[in-house]
């Protein structure tokens, strides 16, 4: 077990590990010295700092790889900046992901080297912090706000690296490059950033592509204190409505009414809700909505979202297959919508959603799952969704000829 924090994480598994006395063993880190008596252990092996040479020689690798550095006025003053990470093997690391993207100028080694001394020097406990804030205040602007999006995640969450491409796609971090999409820019986006040693890749295909990510316990910190420091999102007041958290802390599951108003408004930029009657037209920049259970009229009125993610399943209020776009207004509106994600668990007959789907201008992706995307209507002057490039688990869907004519070929 990895990075335990408190003794009920091992009351919860103990029951299921027996002690039949046969030398079996169960290997446990954690943080917290305290915590080592009440895991029943006598004692535990205190992990040492890194020395010198050995933070030398990762910081080495981590820029050079295997061919080492054969500049001694370099190797100099990357032995200095080992130094100054106080033997911390995340500080080495991230620093090194920081001087292995960087042009190799003596000067700009010289600049990093001064920085971690003075951070080594302060007498507060943030040195590690201060040490990785380097490696985020010399990220390209464009990465900043990718970076720091990673908060709005749970700690030790497994971020699927698809759904992470389209909300930076959704939020607008991605700026256009021509003859690429901006999901290819997103993935280069999230390269840098793991070859900086910024963000962790959890999973990967055999061909190396990643599948889900996440980010270390320290480099959140980081996020949150630079996250809180930019107002970078405002994030809903969750003390102001009966909420729950679902996958990411910057949204907002509602179980039921609302139990107030929220006190933040017109920067809000995510939000879920379940059976939620509750207007939200004061939430007026909500570019993405995540759904869970049956999605109220009110909740899809927003001309600006861009996301729209439903998951239905037999524990919602509602049965799924009573769910339906029963007033055109639902999305009829949404003429920014980039996204659209519909999982139904159920047994029933499968939802059709409304032809107007093929009005959205804007759309890249249709993802839907047990229910029917109908064919577009044969009218005149009709649009052509240039930007569709994914059609995905449709329920008997037919490439018609209105259909092709509708797609960008």
């Not at 080992?82 to 500080?91: I, R, S, V």
């Not at 970076?147 to 699927?160: G, H």
Request: hydrophobic share 40%.
């Amino acid at each position: 077990m990895d990075d335990v924090w408190s003794i009920k994480a091992w009351d919860d598994l103990n029951r299921f590990f027996p002690n039949n006395r046969n030398g079996s063993r169960i290997m446990m880190t954690t943080r917290l010295k305290d915590l080592v008596g009440s895991l029943g252990c006598l004692e535990a092996y205190l992990m040492n700092f890194l020395d010198e040479d050995r933070s030398w020689n990762l910081l080495r690798e981590k820029i050079f790889g295997q061919e080492g550095c054969s500049n001694s006025e370099l190797e100099k003053i990357g032995k200095d900046i080992a130094k100054g990470c106080g033997g911390l093997p995340l500080a080495v690391i991230v620093i090194g992901g920081l001087l292995a993207n960087s042009d190799m100028r003596l000067e700009y080694w010289e600049s990093v080297a001064k920085n971690v001394k003075t951070f080594a020097n302060s007498d507060d406990n943030n040195h590690c912090l201060k040490i990785l804030s380097l490696s985020y205040n010399n990220l390209p602007i464009r990465l900043k706000p990718c970076f720091l999006y990673m908060r709005i995640f749970l700690e030790d969450a497994k971020i699927s690296v698809t759904e992470l491409i389209k909300l930076w796609v959704v939020e607008g971090f991605v700026k256009p490059v021509r003859g690429k999409t901006l999901e290819k820019i997103a993935e280069e986006y999230l390269k840098v950033l793991v070859d900086r040693n910024l963000i962790l890749v959890r999973k990967r295909t055999r061909s190396g592509s990643f599948i889900t990510c996440g980010i270390h316990d320290l480099l959140r910190d980081l996020c949150v204190i630079e996250f809180e420091k930019q107002h970078f999102i405002r994030v809903p007041k969750r003390q102001y409505i009966n909420t729950l958290l679902w996958n990411s802390e910057m949204c907002v599951l509602c179980r039921g009414q609302c139990q107030g108003k929220h006190s933040s408004t017109s920067n809000d930029t995510g939000l879920v809700c379940q059976i939620c009657e509750s207007t939200y037209s004061d939430l007026t920049e909500l570019r993405w909505l995540k759904v869970i259970g049956q999605p109220s009229e009110k909740c899809l009125q927003h001309t600006k979202l861009q996301d729209i993610y439903i998951l239905s399943s037999p524990d919602s209020d509602h049965a799924p297959n009573e769910y339906e776009f029963a007033s055109p207004s639902t999305l009829d509106l949404q003429w920014n919508l980039r996204y659209l994600f519909i999982l139904l668990i159920n047994n029933g007959e499968p939802i059709v959603l409304p032809s107007k789907v093929w009005e959205m201008p804007q759309l890249r992706c249709i993802d839907v799952r047990n229910a029917v995307l109908p064919d577009p209507l044969d009218i005149q002057d009709s649009i052509i969704l240039e930007n569709l490039s994914e059609l995905s688990h449709l329920y008997e869907f037919k490439c018609a000829k209105e259909v092709l004519e509708r797609i960008q070929i």
